[in-house]
């Protein structure tokens, strides 16, 4: 399972915690947001946070999060910046 990671949409930093197959818990500023899916490649559902199922109302809010995180790529580890003691 991917990692937690953090991105940055319109000045916004959210952070993005993968669930299970395409639904992300998502935090923005720090505080619950809710989930979403991916619906298609450029079409995200938040996800009703009752029932769980997808909410299909146009929200761009929930697009450029999903765009974000279908284009992020995760930071590789530097291991040589590591101190072995």
Request: without cysteine; proline residues 7%; charged residues 35%.
């Amino acid at each position: 399972m991917q990692d937690p990671f953090d991105i940055l949409v319109n000045g916004t930093v959210y952070s993005v915690f993968p669930e299970e197959d395409n639904v992300y818990a998502i935090f923005k500023a720090g505080v619950e947001f809710g989930k979403i899916e991916k619906d298609t490649e450029n079409v995200w559902l938040k996800l009703d946070p009752e029932t769980e199922m997808p909410m299909f109302d146009n929200d761009p809010e929930v697009d450029k999060i999903g765009q974000a995180i279908a284009t992020y790529v995760p930071e590789e580890e530097d291991d040589e910046d590591e101190e072995i003691e």
